[in-house]
């Protein structure tokens, strides 16, 4: 594995070795011993075209953990810069010494764009390109799921996921439509007809526009956050009634069934997709989620570092 | 000078199949037979086939205004190498091709390029903007006589505006070419709207945007009497629409380009924006209509949509890129190889929808005329069994941005005559200029 661009780039071995190392490097972190020398010496440099702080400190505590040095770039504004600056800003990031360069970007495919451009030669991790995917959080979702229902579990296919919202700008559910699927789990998508991708049929996984006709028969939630712009462009007519048909509010919540879990990759936007007492609710997993994605993009990052074998390296610091 | 001018094409393929000697005197077809006596520049032409130069009427060339993409000369090179001795040059330069003066201005430089015909397609709207006609009167009276407005580029998308446009025209015989895009249902599209999009996260381009403005349009047409032309057709909706409308026997024609004939949304999968253009590639189903057709005569013409761009506009993520692709140097043996070659059309069509017809719809007098004693030798001589292969560094327009490059392609042009004088032979400018 060069790169991680897409959970398609995966297959199921991949994806489950990922999984396995976050929990190894869990074990291994868990005491004392909160960094690993695993990466000295390497560079990683975060190059962020849009603000995702949460996204962006998770990257950088799990470069350092593993002893890696780490570099941050951003760029300025949130808009779609010019290209050129994308392969311009890249081949510096070279120069420096990039080993790994992890990319958040707003338009769908700039990672590829990176990885297959031959602009640079170093391994690209797509921290979310557009409304393509972002296969780390689909990774630090599965690993969450994992831990609920089985933290060695190799088939999911005991699970019915439902997966709420935007679907069709949604970069996070394409790559976690992609992975749990791939990994047998059941998942229905649930969203009004306008945020349903054309030819979703093609992805493999049941549709719905009614939340409530199975919620009780869900073992995972997941919640997908819903930019209120939409409505301006008549995804739908408002808010209130965005919420009404597909949030998940306090009687929805009582629906689910024992031991179902509530995911949200945030930021929230509570009172909208999701009510304040679901979020803070003990079926939330929310903050797990963001412990989780360390662990996850330590594992990524080791996987295309190479590091060496964690089990004669560990612990040691 | 007084000298006469003679080529004569040796034992060249007529486009009935026989083979023949055909000589060229003073601009014209002089003889064609069985055999004629060496005279004046001798081209072997064994196995080689002469077609009536192709015509474009889909071109930009650039000039004014983004001359490091494209000029005049260079594309009336592309066009030559190409087998064109026609080209239309479409009115998105900067300034716009919306006075009499932008028009006669690249008119001139045709003529100084002397490579082939240069005709200025003039803008509808003012600065294309949609919202005022621009002075298609001036620009028909001018020295370059447009005959074709278009605001290609951009849609004219207000239905009263189109319909004024196409009544206007009417005085001159004039023809309004239009890119059909419904410009709410297609903002920020970036591809075909489809399952690869969705999969790509790309904003989708509905089929719908275009069918609903061609089926708009044709019916506007039809209520004011109207000829209407429609620019690059790119789906199967667009086909069943205009077969539809030529049964009731309304004035339309339509044009399909040579990558919408072979080229589909699967190739957005490797997010190169070497394949963004538009409208967006399609379908297989799509282009399995267009190329059903281009043959049975629902479609009339090819046309390039030959659209260069410098090297850094392509050269970035698929959302910052600029759209279009170069066609001039590609267009016959694409069109070749999906049609002929696979046996979807005849030689005989192949003329049509490359030459004859573009001239006839825009009344170019001097281009598609038939390959008869009296004809002006405007004349492409291809080799049907070239087997090509693409590199986008051979090519002679500035635009680098063929999709094409290392693709293997049948059929080839060899050599291009102009009114009598070979401007490409073997595949190379002869630096001959018309004056
Ligand atoms: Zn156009």
Redesign the interface.
């Known amino acids: 594995m060069k790169h991680l661009l897409s959970i398609h780039d995966l297959s199921v071995e991949q994806a489950l070795d990922i999984l396995d190392t976050a929990a190894q490097l869990e074990g291994l972190t868990s005491g004392a011993v909160k960094k690993l020398p695993t990466l000295r010496g390497r560079t990683v440099v975060n190059l962020f075209f849009e603000d995702s702080t949460r996204t962006r400190l998770s990257f950088e505590s799990a470069a350092k953990r593993l002893s890696a040095d780490v570099t941050n770039f951003t760029a300025k504004g949130s808009s779609?810069?010019?290209?050129?600056s994308?392969?311009d800003t890249a081949q510096t990031l070279q120069a420096m010494g990039a080993d790994a360069i992890v990319i958040r970007?707003?338009?769908?495919?700039?990672a590829?764009?990176l990885a297959?451009?031959g602009w640079v030669s170093s391994a690209i991790i797509n921290a979310g390109?557009?409304?393509?995917?972002h296969p780390t959080q689909a990774l630090l979702d599965a690993f969450t799921i994992r831990k609920h229902f089985g933290p060695t579990m190799r088939d999911f296919s005991s699970l019915k996921v439902a997966i709420v919202g935007d679907i069709?700008h949604s970069?996070v559910a394409?790559s976690n439509i992609a992975l749990l699927q791939m990994l047998g789990a059941k998942v229905t998508v649930i969203a009004p007809p306008t945020l349903i991708?054309?030819?979703?049929?093609?992805?493999g996984a049941p549709f719905s526009y009614d939340f409530d006709s199975e919620l009780e028969e869900f073992d995972v939630v997941m919640m997908l956050r819903v930019q209120l712009e939409r409505m301006n462009e008549s995804f739908f007519p408002n808010g209130r009634e965005y919420s009404r048909g597909y949030g998940l509010d306090e009687s929805r919540l009582a629906r689910l069934k024992p031991g179902a879990i509530v995911m949200h990759p945030g930021p929230m936007n509570r009172g909208l997709e999701i009510s304040a007492a679901s979020a803070d609710s003990i079926r939330s997993v929310v903050v797990e989620q963001v412990a989780n994605g360390v662990l996850v993009r330590m594992a990524v990052l080791y996987q295309l570092l190479g590091g060496p074998d964690l089990n004669s390296t560990g612990g040691t610091q | 000078m007084s000298t006469t001018h003679e080529i004569l094409l040796k034992s060249v393929t007529l486009p009935d199949g026989s083979t023949s000697d055909l000589l060229i005197r003073d601009g014209k077809i002089a003889e064609i037979s069985s055999t004629l006596p060496t005279a004046g520049e001798v081209i072997e032409c064994v196995g080689l086939r002469v077609l009536p130069g192709f015509v474009d009427l889909h071109t930009h060339l650039r000039e004014p205004g983004k001359e490091n993409a494209e000029t005049v000369l260079t594309g009336s090179q592309a066009a030559v190498r190409g087998g064109y001795t026609a080209l239309s040059a479409m009115a998105n330069t900067n300034p716009v091709a919306d006075t009499a003066g932008v028009v006669e201005q690249v008119w001139r430089l045709g003529i100084e390029a002397g490579l082939c015909e240069v005709f200025p397609i003039g803008a509808v709207s003012e600065g294309l903007e949609g919202v005022k006609l621009a002075e298609i009167g001036a620009m028909a009276n001018s020295a370059a006589k447009v005959r074709i407005f278009s605001d290609d580029g951009k849609c004219v998308s207000d239905a009263l505006l189109m319909r004024r446009a196409l009544e206007y025209v009417k005085s001159f015989d004039g023809v309004i070419a239009q890119h059909a895009q419904e410009p709410r249902l297609t903002e920020n599209a970036q591809m075909n709207e489809g399952p690869v999009a969705s999969e790509l996260g790309l904003a989708g381009w509905p089929a719908v945007a275009e069918e609903s403005i061609i089926a708009r349009d044709i019916l506007l047409a039809h209520s004011v009497g109207s000829r209407l032309h429609i620019c690059h057709l790119s789906t199967k909706g667009s086909v069943e629409i205009v077969r539809w409308a030529k049964s009731q026997g309304m004035a339309v024609t339509a044009e399909v380009t040579p990558h919408h004939l072979i080229l589909t949304d699967e190739a957005a999968r490797s997010y190169d924006p070497i394949y963004k253009v538009n409208p967006p590639l399609r379908t297989q189903a799509d282009v399995d209509a267009l190329r059903a057709g281009l043959a049975d005569g629902t479609i009339d013409i090819v046309a390039t949509d030959h659209a260069p761009h410098p090297g850094e506009d392509k050269d970035c993520e698929w959302a910052s890129a600029a759209l279009g692709m170069v066609g001039l140097e590609t267009a016959f043996s694409i069109v070749y190889t999906t049609m002929v070659e696979s046996g979807l059309m005849s030689w005989q069509r192949l003329i049509e929808v490359m030459s004859v017809k573009p001239a006839e719809i825009g009344g170019y007098a001097n281009q598609g005329q038939e390959i008869s004693i009296g004809s002006i030798a405007n004349l492409t001589i291809v080799d049907p069994k070239a087997e090509r292969v693409i590199d986008r560094n051979d090519l002679f327009s500035k635009g680098k941005n063929t999709p094409f490059h290392g693709s293997h392609l049948r059929g080839d042009v060899v050599h291009t005559i102009f009114r009598g004088k070979v401007v490409l032979r073997d595949q190379e400018m002869t630096g001959v200029v018309h004056e």
């Open positions: 779609v810069s010019k290209g050129e994308l392969k970007h707003p338009a769908s495919g700039a590829n764009r297959e451009s390109d557009g409304t393509h995917e069709l970069r394409r991708p054309l030819g979703i049929e093609e992805w």
